[in-house]
């Protein structure tokens, strides 16, 4: 099992940036795949992007595509979400999760740990 926290939330107009962090701790880091999910009030959650455990291969749902990078530091235990050009429809709370596998997933039953999240609000 690994603890994670995520930190980074806030208020940001339209077209502002944020940029989201989640460390890890527990077991090695460097073992899990990680992914991003948000969830908007009243919506299900829902997948944002993954990376590998290694972080050579990232995956984005194609609302984020050009506009958010997930990336992740496994000497610093920390995987992070940089967020640009946000836009009212971004806000949610966001979410990381930790899958023990080396590739990431978009399925949110196929992390076994998450944080408790982040909010972030995009006003108009």
């Known amino acids: 099992q690994v603890q994670l926290v995520e930190s980074g939330g806030g208020l940001v107009q339209a077209g502002g940036s944020l940029r989201l962090s989640c460390a890890a701790s527990?077991?090695?880091?460097?073992?899990?795949?990680m992914g991003w999910f948000r969830q908007a009030p009243g919506k299900e959650r829902e997948f944002v992007a993954s990376?590998?455990?290694?972080?050579?291969?990232?995956y984005y749902t194609d609302s984020v595509k050009g506009r958010f990078t997930i990336s992740r530091d496994n000497a610093k235990n920390t995987v992070y979400l940089q967020m640009n050009s946000l836009k009212p429809e971004d806000t949610a709370v966001y979410y990381c999760?930790?899958?023990?596998?080396?590739?990431?997933?978009?399925?949110?039953?196929?992390?076994?740990?998450w944080g408790q999240g982040t909010q972030v609000t995009v006003s108009s």
């Open positions: 527990g077991r090695t880091f460097s073992g899990y795949a």
């Open positions: 999760a930790a899958r023990t596998s080396v590739v990431g997933s978009a399925r949110a039953h196929d992390y076994a740990d």
């Open positions: 990376i590998t455990w290694g972080g050579s291969t990232t």
